[in-house]
């Protein structure tokens, strides 16, 4: 990997794409107060353990390190709820996020690709993340959610001001850098929260045939949710629903362009695309890192682990645990199995995945049709996002 980390210039936090790791699959870092894990085996063990390894992170962290509930509210956030909540509200949706009912969204899907490419091809020039992989996956969240796709340039720089900030997360020490980078943050996430409140106070006066009107209408134990819930959830499929895919089709293109070879096998056999996809997913992971907190006492790889403790999932350096995958800085569409925990594990497996690998395999063909070969700029050098838990480029022009 080493010829990539310098070819495209990574960031030193994105430590799994640079090189096979020398420590072991769990340890603790006493300079953050964080336990980090690192290995396949106890990812997969503790991803499917929610009674142990809970998603509420928040009740471990300092209270100076986070915002007053005035100021941010987790309430209904889907990603740190347990069980049986968790499964009461992912089942609002789930209906919407079926292979059936995202297969019917592929004509849509092709259609915006190709509209977004001749709007780029008519600008004279393609970058990649700005022309189509950012527009495509918003449009398409944005009409399921029934939000104009119109305002996504607001969504952009609502999601720029969350996940592109380079603040290493410590529990030892709130560093100036933290807490501006926090900060920092309130205010985009209140303007969110506004905006899909407005939205979801339009839906109860008028509904419509979309998932903000469903998550209104919603009951859960007999009852309406929450005002509050309705959003946060809003939240959640607003960002998610577009930010892998975002990453996910930044990060095969340079998948192609870094292995040639790959790239001409592909072309010449499309049924190979959706393999290109997944272990495009396992070198590159997008989102490279999960939280979890310890109920209770526990042992993971080995290593006693204290209850109420903040770890660190490192899903980027687990797809590449040479225990499982074999050369893992190699681009080996051929993985078979490639049992890869990119969209994670369990009960909070992503819900957008088959969302997400069919907006990649529409867009990546048509990228196919339309350029005789995808190959980077090398006079327009290919930046990557600096947020130390996401794998994703931010600027890739296409030559």
């Known amino acids: 990997m080493t010829d990539i980390v310098e070819r ?11 090189g096979p790791r020398s420590g072991p699959p769990v340890e603790h870092d006493a300079t953050t107060g964080i336990w980090n894990v690192h ?3 106890e990812a997969q063990e503790l991803l499917g353990d929610p009674a142990t390894y809970s ?7 300092p209270k100076g390190l986070m915002p007053d509930a005035e100021e941010l509210s987790l309430e209904g956030f889907i990603t740190q709820l347990d069980p049986p909540e968790h499964g009461k509200l992912r089942k609002l949706v789930t209906s919407a996020f079926t292979r059936r009912v995202v297969a019917e969204l592929e004509p849509r899907i092709a259609a915006l690709t190709g509209e977004l490419l001749d709007a780029a091809h008519e600008r004279g020039r393609l970058e990649l993340v700005t022309d189509l992989a950012y527009p495509l996956p918003v449009i398409v969240i944005a009409e399921l959610l029934g939000v104009p796709s119109s305002d996504r340039a607001l969504f952009k720089k609502w999601a720029d001001a969350l996940f592109e900030r380079d603040a290493k997360i410590s529990l030892t020490e709130p560093t100036e850098k ?5 900060r920092a943050t309130l205010g985009p996430w209140q303007e969110m929260s506004a905006y899909l409140a407005a939205h979801a106070a339009e839906r109860r006066r008028h509904p419509r045939a979309d998932l903000l009107t469903r998550l209104v209408e919603a009951e859960v134990d007999g009852e309406r949710l929450p005002a509050e819930q309705v959003v946060n959830f809003a939240i959640v499929l607003l960002l998610a629903g577009h930010i892998t895919t975002t990453m996910l089709l930044g990060n ?3 998948c192609l362009d870094a292995f040639p070879e790959q790239q001409k096998r592909a072309r010449a056999d499309r049924a190979l695309i959706p393999a290109v996809i997944e272990e495009s997913l396992r070198l590159f ?7 979890r907190a310890t109920t209770r006492e526990t042992e993971l790889g080995g290593v006693a682990i204290p209850a109420d403790q903040l770890i660190m999932v490192w899903l980027g350096s687990a797809n590449r645990d040479p225990r499982q995958f074999p050369d893992p800085g190699v681009f080996d569409p ?3 199995p490639n049992p890869h925990l990119a969209f994670g594990r369990g009960i909070h497996f992503c819900l957008g995945a088959p969302l997400a690998r069919l907006e990649g395999r529409v867009a990546l063909n048509v990228l196919l049709d339309r350029f005789d070969v995808l190959r980077t700029d090398p006079d327009d050098p290919v930046q990557f996002m600096p947020t130390p838990t996401m794998t994703g480029v931010r600027r890739l022009t296409l030559a």
């Open 8 to 18: 495209y210039h990574i960031p030193e936090q994105h430590f799994w794409l640079r």
């Open 39 to 41: 290995g396949f085996a």
């Open 55 to 61: 998603s509420d992170t928040m009740r471990v962290i």
């Open 178 to 182: 933290q807490d501006a980078a926090l």
């Open 252 to 254: 095969t293109v340079l």
């Open 285 to 291: 992971t997008p989102f490279a890192a999960l939280g």
């Open 334 to 336: 051929g993985r078979d």
